[in-house]
């Protein structure tokens, strides 16, 4: 059955972009030039609200967060601010900020937990409720420290970053549901920045800590936002991610192989914008350059069990169903009200099964001539493998490299494939 597998090669995307090679300076200097000292003083309480996303360097710049405010006088401790994420549990909460090296003896900080929420208004206008974390709001300050990104969900002129970390973060599994709720009556981007704006206006956010990446997944950038500054300069620093996020190297793909998906590389397990498809409520939608069939092989340990985003796959392999935990995918899927994140596709027993129904439902009579590609996950798309369908367009850019000689994909005794990343 091999001969209908097409041969694959390594390929390299060569970036021109912004590397830190030391995030820890980066962000206090980020903290300096603010300057935080203008917001916060001597024995004030401060929260740090941290996110639940596989950002890299994510806990040495909280950490340094942490420090540049004790060095003030401040008082910081950590909160989770991750809406409805860990299973919406406090104690699920708390140990998403410990798999990323986020814990008390880390930090140097007490973490405190809770998904209880304190209502900061009732929004007439849009008809819901602005709720934050209950021990946020008894700081004497906010601070919220987050990666800013395009959003796998809508696109505005704020989406992944610091107001939504203030507007749905700090909100909890409530304030998550509320927002997801709006944005079926109305568009994301409206609801957020409405949100967004209300808690800024309510609370006692002081400033945001914005995390800019690179295509490689490294740090490519660390920037200090006061609260007053932050609808105006985030829309910037989108536009500045946006340029700079992880993308496949070719707009024709017909099978995507993904080693792994979860909600701590993604907020929708796979980001949507690199497998290029859209989940809209019950429906699936292909973007421009939409993959045709993709394939995820399994669910990555730090998401716990939560595999939102298996809907977006065509096909899976059992482990990925075996690692899933119902509840947390399902409490996901219901705050954010997209029921197609959780649907489970066609699951095969083995690797070599579910490649061998990929490609017999991808329409090309030699499916050894399929355009395809595999990756580890969404997260970063700078090294992976190609079959050889790609390898005269490859030669011809400089922006790619192939990487050694064209290869059979190889199986181990149980039909599996052998490691690739």
Known sequence: MSEQFP?????????????LADPVAATRAAMAALPASKFVKGGMTVAVGAGSRGITNHDVIVRA????????GAKPFIVPAMGSHGGATAEGQRDVLARYGITEAAMGVPIQSSMEVVELERDPELGFIVYQDKNAAGADAVVVVNRIKPHTDFHGPVESGLMKMCAIGLGKQKGAHQFHQASARMRHDRVLLAAGREVLKLSKVAFGVGIIENPAHGTARVVAVSAAELEREEPKLLDEARQLMPRLPFDEVDLLIVDEIGKNLSGTGLDTNVIRREPEGSFLKPGPNAVRRVYARSLHPD???????????????????????????????????TPVNARVPIHLPTDREALEVALATSGLPDTRRVKALWIKNTVSCEALLASEAYLEETRRRADLRAVGELQPLAFDANGDLVAAF
């Not at 041969?7 to 970036?15: A, I, T, V, Y």
């Open 7 to 19: 041969r694959f090669f390594r390929l390299q995307q060569l970036f021109d972009a912004p590397s």
């Open 65 to 72: 967060v942490c420090e540049e405010l004790k060095r003030l």
């Open 303 to 337: 998401s716990y069990g939560n595999a939102t985003g298996v809907g977006l796959a065509d096909f899976i392999h059992d482990r990925l169903l075996r690692a899933m935990d119902e509840k947390a995918t399902w409490v996901n899927a219901i705050t954010a009200l």
